[in-house]
């Protein structure tokens, strides 16, 4: 019986082991990504700006939610269209180019970079569907230069879609199997992909409490965000080919280090840096 027991200990605290390393590992990797797809849809309203000669525009960074571009003067309705499009436009191919890239080479030392496509398409999908409920948004500008709101609205879901069902094509390099039940994929994944979410509503409240509903919604989207993860998970590997199958990978304390250090990283160089 003792040595029963023992067994039986030694599984748990792997488990326990396991679960830890997949919830830190999406941690990291999450907010690096979450944090590297802002500032470069800011570089890119910044860029486009400079490309029209608009004087004075700075970039500021805040990974408490406030990254925007500063001293934009007045331009033509066409041309705010254009530097409004750009910013979710280079997020999106420099995201979706390194997804492409990476994705042959699958692993869980890689997901920070691999996870910034799918990340930036749930990301440019509010901006083009939520961000049309949004005056003076991208989306309101870019309609404003005679894009038709429905195909903004329908780019923005299609882009939300395919982000979700990528993030649940790539959980297997957390650590998360097929066979995991549904609580322990959506523990994992609420902590994981809402910690950021829940640092920035907190520090937003305290800073603001009378926009505390407000700066709730973003972390009620990312609790609704694994949600729609977990519920694709099974349903994808169960209809996609073998080989299109992201193989389960174990994680190790190193790589969880290593996603840990570029999230913290991006994190304090956008609170000291362009700030």
């Given at each position: 019986?003792?040595?029963?027991?023992?067994?039986?200990?030694?599984?748990?605290?792997?488990?326990?082991?396991?679960?830890?390393?997949?919830?830190?590992?999406?941690?990291?990797?999450?907010?690096?990504?979450?944090?590297?797809?802002e500032m470069i849809h800011e570089f890119g309203h910044y860029l486009s700006h400079l490309a029209y000669s608009s004087p004075g525009v700075q970039v500021h960074l805040d990974p408490f939610g406030g990254s925007r571009i500063m001293?934009?003067?007045?331009?033509?309705?066409?041309?705010?269209?254009?530097?409004?499009?750009?910013?979710?436009?280079?997020?999106?191919?420099?995201?979706?180019?390194?997804?492409?890239?990476?994705?042959?080479?699958?692993?869980?030392?890689?997901?920070?970079?691999?996870?910034?496509?799918?990340?930036?398409?749930?990301?440019?999908?509010?901006?083009?569907?939520?961000?049309?409920?949004?005056?003076?948004g991208d989306a309101q500008w870019i309609a404003a230069a005679g894009v038709p709101k429905v195909v903004i609205l329908a780019a923005g879901i299609l882009l939300m879609f395919v982000g979700i069902a990528l993030i649940a094509r790539?959980?297997?390099?957390?650590?998360?199997?097929?066979?995991?039940?549904?609580?322990?994929?959506?523990?994992?994944?609420?902590?994981?992909?809402?910690?950021?979410?829940?640092?920035?509503?907190?520090?937003?409240?305290?800073?603001?409490?009378?926009?505390?509903?407000?700066?709730?919604?973003?972390?009620?989207?990312?609790?609704?965000?694994?949600?729609?993860?977990?519920?694709?998970?099974?349903?994808?590997?169960?209809?996609?080919?073998?080989?299109?199958?992201?193989?389960?990978?174990?994680?190790?304390?190193?790589?969880?280090?290593?996603?840990?250090?570029?999230?913290?990283?991006?994190?304090?160089?956008?609170?000291?840096?362009?700030?």
């Amino acid at each position: 019986m003792r040595g029963g027991e023992r067994v039986m200990e030694t599984r748990v605290e792997q488990h326990a082991s396991q679960t830890c390393k997949s919830i830190l590992l999406l941690a990291g990797s999450f907010t690096f990504t979450f944090l590297l797809g802002e500032m470069i849809h800011e570089f890119g309203h910044y860029l486009s700006h400079l490309a029209y000669s608009s004087p004075g525009v700075q970039v500021h960074l805040d990974p408490f939610g406030g990254s925007r571009i500063m001293g934009v003067t007045s331009l033509p309705e066409d041309v705010m269209g254009i530097t409004s499009a750009a910013g979710p436009l280079f997020n999106l191919i420099l995201g979706v180019t390194f997804l492409l890239l990476l994705w042959r080479e699958r692993k869980p030392v890689l997901l920070p970079l691999i996870l910034w496509g799918p990340v930036a398409m749930v990301q440019e999908g509010v901006t083009f569907s939520l961000g049309l409920l949004t005056p003076g948004g991208d989306a309101q500008w870019i309609a404003a230069a005679g894009v038709p709101k429905v195909v903004i609205l329908a780019a923005g879901i299609l882009l939300m879609f395919v982000g979700i069902a990528l993030i649940a094509r790539l959980i297997p390099l957390i650590g998360i199997k097929r066979r995991d039940s549904f609580w322990r994929k959506y523990s994992i994944l609420i902590v994981g992909m809402c910690s950021l979410m829940f640092i920035r509503s907190t520090n937003s409240t305290l800073a603001s409490p009378e926009t505390m509903m407000e700066n709730l919604i973003p972390l009620v989207f990312s609790l609704l965000l694994a949600v729609g993860v977990v519920l694709l998970h099974i349903p994808l590997t169960s209809f996609v080919k073998p080989m299109l199958i992201t193989q389960h990978n174990p994680v190790t304390w190193p790589v969880v280090a290593l996603a840990l250090t570029l999230g913290t990283s991006l994190f304090l160089f956008q609170i000291v840096a362009l700030n």
